[in-house]
C-alpha cells in the first residue's frame, strides 16, 4: 500500500510539475483565451464532440489535481458551448474532478490520520455523518472558499462518496451558472473580478446561510415530530424535574437550584444511591479493615511480631454502617431542601414528556409537569441466567452489606474491578476466596501486565484463581453447595459456602412507563442517549448508570453537568458531553487507576505511541513503607510529551495518577511535570520519575557527545594529558 500511495503521489507531482514547465499557468488565462476566441470558436464548430470531450477531461484533470485555470475553464465552457450546454459539461465535468481530488487526498492520507489521531477522526466523522451534508452545501454555495480545499479535506472524513458527489454537484450549481453565463459575454470581461459585484458576492453569501438555515427548520420540525400526540402544558411546576438521588441526580439537581431554577428530586430509596449505601462507600470501608488485617498479619515486614487476625465480623460490618451514617448527612434531603432543592420521598412515571405521574411512599399520587426532566435512576447488579444460581441466596454489590456472619469459603463470579476488589477484601478478613473468571485473566479492559501484576498478588494470599472456567450450573449436592463450571472441555466441580455475583450491572428503568414515550431501553437496560445526553426527546436527559457507558460515581457526576445545563438552557446552546479524559481507578492492591488510553486500546485504534515505563521498586518512599511493587506506563505521542493514557499500578495509584489526569485536562506535558518541584520522599515524586524517564529517553545524543568533548577539554591539557597520567599509573 505504501508502494502504491507514493507512485500516485510521484504521478501528481509529475503531471504538476509538467503543466507548470511548459507554462500551462500562461495557457489557461483570460487573456489568452480572448485572443484565441474566434479561432477556437471556429475549430469547435468543426469538430464539435472532440471539443466537448477534450473540454470536459481537462476540466476534470484541473480540478482533481487543483490546477491553476478552473475559472477561466468555466468561462470558456460558456463562451463556446452556450449557457445549457455550458452548464452541463462544466457541472459534470467539476463534479467528477472534485470526486477524484476527494478519493486521491482519502487515499493518500486518511489512514495515516486515523493511526495518528484516531479518536479525533471519529469525533469529526460523527459530526460529519450527522451534520456534514448542510456545511458541504454552505462551503459549495459560498464562492469565496476555495473549492480545492473543500475537495481536499473532505476527502480526509468519513463521508461518502455519493453523498459527497451529489451535494456538490447541486450546490455549485449556482455559481457555476453564473460563471458559465459570464462566458457567454466573454468579449466584454476585463477580469475576473467584473463577474462577481459586491451584491453578487452578499447574494451568494446570503445563499450560503439557506443551509444553516434549513439545518434549523429540519430540527425544528424534527422536534415538532417527536412531540407529536402529546399535548405540552401552557405553565410548568418546575424547570427541572430530576428522578433518582444518586451522584447523578444529586449533582443536576444541585447544578439547578445553584443557578436559581425550580427544581425537584424524586428518589424512592435512600439518597446517595448506590455510591453511599451499596456501592463506593461500604466497599472501600471494607476494604481498609480488610488492609489492617493484612498488615497485622503481615508485621514481620516492619520489624514488628506478626499477630494472628482475629475479630467479629459482625463488628466489621457495623463499622461500614457506622461510615455510611457518617456520610449521610452529605447527601440528606434535608441538606438538599437548604440548597433550594424541594425533595420528594417516592417514584415517578412518564405521561409525557413534560409530566410525570408521582407516587408518594405514604401512597398519595400527583401529577407535576416540568420543561426539562433529567432521569438518573442508576442500576443494579446485574445476575446471569445460569441454572440453579437463584436457590443459591447469591450475593451481590447490593444485599452483601446485610451480611452478618462471615462465609467460610466465598465463591466469585467475575473478575472485573467489583469482583476483584472484593475477593481480596474477604481473603484479608480470613474467608477461602475462590474467583471464576470466564476470560483468560481478571480486569480484562486493562493491559496484560497491569492483571498479571494482580493476580500475582492475589495468588500470593491464597485467593485461588479460576481463569477460563465459565459458571454453567449450580447445585445443592449432600447438603454441599457446588457450581459446576466448563473448562478446557470438562466439568469442573467446585464446592463453596456463599456465592457472590459481580458480572457487571444493568440500568435501572424499570417503573418509568417509558412505553409511553416510544422509549426503549437497550439490552443491558440502559436507555440510548444522544451526545447532549437527551433520550428521545429535546428536552429528557438521562445521565449516570442508566445511560452509561461508564458506571462510575465521578463519571454519572460529569454527566450531571451536561443533563442539567443542556435541560436548563438547551434551546440557547446545547453541550455535548465529553469523556476524553476520564480516570478511574480498581482498588485492589496493588490499585490500578488509569486515565485515556491503555498500549491495548492504542494498538486496536491504530495510534501510533510511545511507551515510558517507571518501575515502584525504585521509589524511595515505597521501599520505606516496603510497598515497592508496582509500576507507571505512559503513553505518548511519538517525539512529543503530550500524554496519550496514563496507569498506574501500585500502591496510591488513584492519588499519583490524578496529577496525569490534570496534565491530560490542560494539555500538559511531561517537560513540564519534570519541571515542577515535588516535596521528597512522596509517593507523587513517581510522577516526575516517569517524566525523567521519557525526556532521559529523548535526551539529544548529539549534543550530549559534546558536552562530553567540552568538559573534557576543561580539564586542561587536552587528551595528551590524560594519557600521560595512564601511562604513568602503568609505570607505577
Same mark, same amino acid.
Given at each position: 500500500m505504501r508502494k502504491q500511495k507514493l507512485m500516485v503521489f510521484a504521478l501528481i507531482v509529475a503531471v504538476i510539475g509538467g503543466f507548470l514547465a511548459f507554462g500551462g499557468t500562461d495557457l489557461l488565462t483570460l487573456d489568452n483565451l480572448q485572443r484565441h476566441q474566434q479561432a477556437l470558436a471556429d475549430w469547435i464548430a468543426d469538430n464539435l464532440v472532440l471539443a466537448v470531450s477534450g473540454f470536459v477531461l481537462i476540466y476534470i484533470l484541473a480540478t482533481a489535481l487543483s490546477l491553476p485555470g478552473a475559472t477561466v475553464l468555466t468561462l470558456a465552457g460558456g463562451a463556446f458551448l452556450g449557457n445549457v450546454a455550458g452548464l452541463l459539461a462544466v457541472s459534470v465535468a467539476s463534479t467528477i474532478g472534485a470526486s477524484?481530488?476527494? $478519493?486521491?487526498a482519502r487515499f493518500l492520507l486518511r489512514d495515516t490520520l486515523r493511526r495518528k489521531y484516531g479518536k479525533t477522526v471519529n469525533r469529526i466523522d460523527e459530526g460529519i455523518a450527522r451534520d456534514g451534508v448542510f456545511y458541504l452545501a454552505t462551503l459549495r454555495l459560498v464562492p469565496v472558499f476555495p473549492f480545492f480545499l473543500i475537495n481536499l479535506v473532505m476527502g480526509l472524513t468519513g463521508m461518502k462518496l455519493r453523498t459527497y458527489a451529489l451535494v456538490s454537484w447541486l450546490a455549485m450549481l449556482p455559481g457555476t451558472f453564473v460563471y458559465v453565463n459570464a462566458g457567454t459575454q466573454l468579449g466584454q470581461i476585463r477580469s475576473t473580478g467584473d463577474i462577481l459585484s459586491a451584491e453578487l458576492l452578499l447574494s451568494f453569501a446570503l445563499l450560503g446561510l439557506f443551509p444553516i438555515i434549513a439545518k434549523f427548520a429540519v430540527g425544528f420540525i424534527r422536534r415538532r415530530r417527536v412531540y407529536r400526540g402529546f399535548q405540552k402544558p401552557d405553565s410548568f411546576d418546575y424547570n427541572l424535574l430530576v428522578i433518582g438521588g444518586g451522584s447523578a441526580g444529586l449533582v443536576s439537581a444541585y447544578i439547578a437550584a445553584a443557578v436559581k431554577a425550580k427544581v425537584v428530586l424524586i428518589e424512592r430509596d435512600r439518597m446517595g444511591g448506590d455510591c453511599l449505601n451499596t456501592g463506593c462507600v461500604p466497599s472501600k470501608a471494607l476494604i481498609r479493615s480488610a488492609k489492617a488485617a493484612d498488615t497485622l498479619r503481615h508485621a514481620d515486614r516492619y520489624g514488628l511480631d506478626a499477630v494472628p487476625v482475629s475479630g467479629s465480623f459482625a463488628n466489621i460490618m457495623g463499622r461500614v454502617k457506622r461510615i455510611i451514617a457518617k456520610i449521610d448527612p452529605h447527601d440528606s434531603p434535608e441538606r438538599y431542601r437548604s440548597l433550594g432543592v424541594e425533595c420528594i420521598a417516592g417514584s415517578a412515571a412518564f405521561v409525557s414528556p413534560w409530566e410525570v405521574e408521582v407516587t408518594h411512599n405514604d401512597g398519595r399520587r400527583e401529577r407535576l409537569t416540568s420543561r426539562s426532566i433529567v432521569v438518573a435512576t442508576g442500576g443494579k447488579p446485574f445476575l446471569p441466567p445460569i441454572p440453579g444460581l437463584a436457590d443459591m441466596e447469591p450475593l451481590t454489590s447490593e444485599n452483601l452489606w446485610s451480611l452478618d456472619q462471615q462465609p467460610q469459603r466465598l465463591l466469585v463470579i467475575g473478575g472485573g474491578p467489583i469482583g476483584s476488589e472484593l475477593a481480596q477484601a474477604f481473603q484479608r478478613l480470613g474467608s477461602q476466596v475462590i474467583q471464576v473468571e470466564t476470560g483468560a485473566r481478571i480486569l480484562a479492559k486493562e493491559d496484560p501486565d /497491569? =492483571? %498479571? $501484576?494482580v493476580m500475582n498478588r492475589f495468588r500470593a494470599e491464597g485467593i485461588d484463581l479460576r481463569l477460563n472456567h465459565r459458571a454453567e450450573r449450580f447445585a445443592t449436592e449432600h447438603g454441599e453447595r457446588v457450581v459446576w463450571c466448563a473448562h478446557n472441555g470438562e466439568q469442573v466441580r467446585i464446592p463453596f459456602d456463599r456465592v457472590l455475583v459481580a458480572t457487571g450491572r444493568a440500568g435501572n428503568t424499570e417503573g418509568l412507563n $417509558?412505553?409511553?414515550?416510544?422509549? @426503549?431501553? +437497550?439490552?443491558?437496560?440502559? /436507555?440510548? /442517549? @444522544? @451526545?447532549?445526553? =437527551?433520550?428521545?426527546f429535546p428536552n429528557i436527559f438521562a445521565c449516570g448508570d442508566v445511560a452509561?457507558?461508564?458506571q462510575f460515581t465521578h463519571a454519572a457526576s460529569h454527566q450531571a453537568w451536561y443533563a442539567a445545563v443542556n435541560g436548563l438552557f438547551g434551546q440557547f446552546r446545547r453541550f455535548r458531553v465529553d469523556y476524553r479524559v476520564l480516570p478511574w481507578v480498581t482498588f485492589t492492591a496493588p490499585e490500578v487507576a488509569r486515565v485515556g488510553l491503555s498500549e491495548e486500546e492504542a +494498538?486496536?485504534?491504530?495510534?501510533?505511541? %510511545?511507551l515510558t515505563r517507571y518501575g515502584l521498586d525504585d521509589l524511595d518512599r515505597?521501599?520505606? @513503607?516496603d510497598e515497592d511493587q508496582g509500576f507507571i506506563k505512559v503513553l505518548t505521542v511519538?517525539?512529543?510529551d503530550r500524554i496519550l493514557g496514563a496507569v498506574v499500578a501500585g500502591t496510591h495509584g488513584g492519588e499519583i495518577l490524578a496529577e496525569f489526569t490534570l496534565a491530560m485536562k490542560h494539555g500538559i506535558g511531561l517537560n513540564k511535570i519534570l519541571g515542577t518541584i515535588h516535596p521528597y520522599p512522596t509517593w507523587n515524586e513517581s510522577a516526575k520519575f516517569a517524566a525523567g524517564e521519557w525526556k532521559r529517553a529523548h535526551a539529544p545524543a548529539g549534543v550530549l557527545a559534546w558536552l562530553a568533548r567540552f568538559h573534557r577539554w576543561r580539564l586542561g591539557g587536552g587528551q595528551s594529558s590524560a594519557n600521560q597520567r595512564k601511562q604513568k599509573e602503568s609505570v607505577t
Open positions: 477524484l481530488a476527494f $478519493l486521491v /497491569v =492483571s %498479571e $501484576l $417509558l412505553q409511553a414515550l416510544g422509549i @426503549e431501553p +437497550r439490552a443491558n437496560g440502559t /436507555v440510548p /442517549v @444522544e @451526545e447532549d445526553l =437527551s433520550i428521545g452509561g457507558p461508564y +494498538r486496536a485504534q491504530g495510534i501510533a505511541y %510511545e515505597a521501599i520505606a @513503607e511519538p517525539g512529543k
